[in-house]
Nanobody, 124 residues
Framework: QVQLVESGGGLVQAGGSLRLSCAAS????????MGWFRQAPGKEREFLTA????????YSADSEKDRFTISRDNAKNAVYLQMNALKPEDTAVYYC?????????????????WGQGTQVTVSS
């Protein structure tokens, strides 16, 4: 069982940066691949980026790979999302998720555990 809690969201001006954190409970965190998703108002939840259990491999949606970077610290049971050059269209609720899988990490169905989300609002 893994419980996930996101933090670090808030209001930021366009062009600014935010670093989201996702704290995980449980001693098995290091066995899970981790992903970040977001859901904007009126839109479906979309994949942003994922990282393998050991941090050696990362996967990103083509649309955001130049601005968003995922990392993890297994010693701290945490995964992070660094977001730069934010745009108003990045406004959304951001979720972290944990998956026992090592492939198809852009698919929501491979994730067993989800956080409650953190709101990011980018003003123009």
């Amino acid at each position: 069982q893994v419980q996930l809690v996101e933090s670090g969201g808030g209001l930021v001006q366009a062009g600014g940066s935010l670093r989201l954190s996702c704290a995980a409970s449980g001693r098995t965190f290091s066995r899970y691949s981790m992903g970040w998703f977001r859901q904007a108002p009126g839109k479906e939840r979309e994949f942003l980026t994922a990282i393998s259990w050991n941090g050696f491999n990362t996967y990103s949606a083509d649309s955001e790979k130049d601005r968003f970077t995922i990392s993890r610290d297994n010693a701290k049971n945490a995964v992070y999302l660094q977001m730069n050059a934010l745009k108003p269209e990045d406004t959304a609720v951001y979720y972290c998720a944990a998956s026992p899988a090592n492939s198809f990490l852009n698919q929501q169905t491979v994730y067993n555990y989800w956080g409650q989300g953190t709101q990011v609002t980018v003003s123009s």
